[in-house]
Nanobody, 123 residues
Framework: VQLQASGGGLVQAGGSLRLSCAVS????????MGWFRQAPGNEREFVAV????????YYTDSVKGRFTISRDNAKNTVYLQMNSLKSEDTAVYYC?????????????????WGQGTLVTVSS
């Protein structure tokens, strides 16, 4: 499985961005797709996860109501729509794929990772 994240950039606080993660390879083995982020000097943290087949979602509290994770199985792509962005959302965002049959927020349990895309929110 290969993951290719894109869509990062520079945006003003209050603005929006949509990240994409193109998935290729043995996609049938994937059960969950997640987004994580890592700010300078911080550990990688969980942002959101979606069931690749069923579409159920789960978010970390700090992004609830502002971010939306979705998927387009026909395009093998997962999205992260980010609205009302804040300076504290500045980070490198990573998409990840998990073969497990239950969702997890723990980065070390994901099986495949994309290369990351930088989101910078200016205040």
């Amino acid at each position: 499985v290969q993951l290719q994240a894109s869509g990062g950039g520079l945006v003003q606080a209050g603005g929006s961005l949509r990240l994409s993660c193109a998935v290729s390879g043995r996609t049938f083995s994937i059960n969950y797709m997640g987004w994580f982020r890592q700010a300078p000097g911080n550990e990688r943290e969980f942002v959101a996860v979606i069931n690749w087949k069923g579409g159920s979602t789960y978010y970390t509290d700090s992004v609830k109501g502002r971010f939306t994770i979705s998927r387009d199985n026909a395009k093998n792509t997962v999205y992260l729509q980010m609205n009302s962005l804040k300076s504290e959302d500045t980070a490198v965002y990573y998409c990840a794929a998990d073969k497990s049959y239950y969702y997890t927020t723990r980065s070390w349990e994901y099986d495949y990772w994309g290369q990351g895309t930088l989101v910078t929110v200016s205040s």
